[in-house]
């Protein structure tokens, strides 16, 4: 006989989707008007998988498992590795070459900003490098005296 210490044990942790075969008994033990606690030892099944079970019968009037909501991603592992590669390569490309090349190689049709957010995702954030005056040799010699004068300044 198990003690209820090693019941628990044994549910304890995620599982795997429940089958349609599991599923179906828990229908029918509600019809027979079984409480959740009794289908729930009968069948060696949470409570909380029992009355899950039983209120999307409820709602949906099906079992099934549905789709999952929200659009598929467009970028499968395949073409996320050729991105990163690509952008390995050569780090300077724009986005635009960048999405004809996956065009070209992969058959992906992907807009730029798709690839952007794609970069983005992976961990790679193009920034424009900030415009630096030139400094000439004139300057140079002007800036100098006015330095050296102020080397020595406080906040």
């Given at each position: 006989m198990q003690t209820a210490s090693t019941n628990i044990g044994e549910r304890?942790?995620?599982s795997q989707e429940l089958s349609?075969?599991?599923r179906g008994p828990v229908i029918g033990g509600h019809l027979g008007n079984k409480s959740i606690r009794d289908i729930s030892w009968l069948l060696n099944i949470p409570r909380s998988t029992v009355s899950g079970i039983i209120t999307k019968w409820k709602?949906?009037?099906?079992t099934?498992?549905?789709p999952p909501s929200g659009r598929p991603r467009h970028m499968t592992g395949r073409g996320q590795r050729m991105l990163k590669r690509t952008v390995r390569r050569s780090h300077q490309l724009s986005a635009e070459s960048i999405a004809k090349d996956l065009q070209t190689w992969c058959g992906l049709q992907m807009s730029p900003t798709t690839v952007c957010r794609e970069l983005h995702g992976m961990g790679f954030h193009g920034r424009a490098a900030a415009s630096k005056p030139s400094i000439t040799k004139c300057n140079a010699k002007r800036r100098m005296p006015w330095c050296k004068a102020r080397r020595h300044w406080t906040l």
């Open positions: 304890m942790g995620r349609d075969s599991k709602q949906l009037g099906t099934a498992t549905q």
